[in-house]
């Protein structure tokens, strides 16, 4: 084994932390990508308000979680196809999925439509889309791809583009203390 001895007198990389000093978006492109992170987040908070309240979109009136309902049964019971069915059937009634769902869907929607948050929210957002595509493989109209792949790559975007600096809170929330001492709050 032969050794480089300049080697170890090169300089490490210098690697800037993301931010907002360089922004590499135009301000029209800015608020598209804002319009685009409360779009997702009104979605998650629609699911989660009819789960909830049993509005008769998704979740049949009276069946709502408010009223004692499963809003997590239902779908795994019978809505889960493919090679993962077994696994998801046996999530039925276990007492942590729904509470878990329901906190997932409320919070989710709650950073990416105030602008806070945006890589957790992001991390649990590629999540639980990973998650529900698995619930039906192979998907219905692309071997492959279907709007829960879509949905979790643009939730990844949104942060990586700090989404909720434009008509959100996202400035105020990462110059808070703690948010600065633990970046990954951001």
Same mark, same amino acid.
């Given at each position: 084994?032969?050794?480089?001895?300049?080697?170890?007198?090169?300089? %490490?990389?210098?690697?800037?932390?993301?931010?907002?000093?360089?922004?590499?978006?135009?301000?029209? %492109?800015?608020?598209?990508?804002? &319009?685009?992170?409360? !779009?997702?987040? *009104?979605?998650?908070?629609?699911?989660?308000?009819?789960?909830?309240?049993?509005?008769?979109?998704?979740?049949?009136?009276?069946?709502?979680?408010?009223?004692?309902?499963?809003?997590?049964?239902?779908?795994?019971?019978?809505?889960?196809?493919?090679?993962?069915?077994?696994?998801?059937?046996?999530?039925?009634?276990?007492?942590? &999925?729904?509470? /878990?769902?329901? !906190?997932?869907? %409320?919070?989710?929607?709650?950073?990416?439509?105030?602008?806070?948050?945006?890589?957790?929210?992001?991390?649990?957002?590629? /999540?639980?889309? /990973?998650?529900?595509?698995?619930?039906?493989?192979?998907?219905?109209?692309?071997? !492959?791809?279907?709007?829960?792949? &879509?949905?979790?790559?643009?939730?990844?975007?949104?942060? *990586?583009?700090?989404?909720?600096?434009?008509?959100?809170?996202?400035?105020?929330?990462?110059?808070?203390?703690? &948010?600065?001492?633990?970046?990954?709050?951001?």
């Amino acid at each position: 084994m032969t050794t480089t001895p300049n080697r170890q007198h090169l300089p %490490a990389p210098a690697i800037e932390p993301d931010g907002d000093r360089h922004p590499i978006i135009t301000t029209a %492109a800015g608020r598209m990508l804002a &319009v685009l992170r409360i !779009v997702y987040g *009104l979605t998650f908070l629609w699911a989660f308000f009819d789960k909830l309240f049993g509005w008769g979109y998704a979740t049949p009136s009276g069946k709502g979680w408010i009223d004692g309902g499963d809003p997590t049964a239902g779908f795994l019971g019978k809505g889960t196809t493919g090679p993962m069915a077994d696994f998801y059937h046996s999530l039925v009634g276990d007492w942590w &999925v729904t509470p /878990l769902f329901m !906190v997932g869907l %409320a919070g989710i929607g709650l950073a990416l439509t105030l602008g806070i948050g945006m890589r957790i929210a992001a991390g649990a957002g590629t /999540l639980l889309y /990973l998650l529900m595509w698995s619930a039906n493989l192979p998907p219905e109209n692309n071997p !492959v791809l279907d709007d829960h792949i &879509v949905g979790a790559i643009t939730v990844i975007a949104l942060a *990586l583009v700090a989404a909720g600096n434009v008509w959100g809170l996202g400035k105020w929330w990462s110059s808070l203390d703690f &948010v600065r001492k633990y970046p990954w709050l951001r």
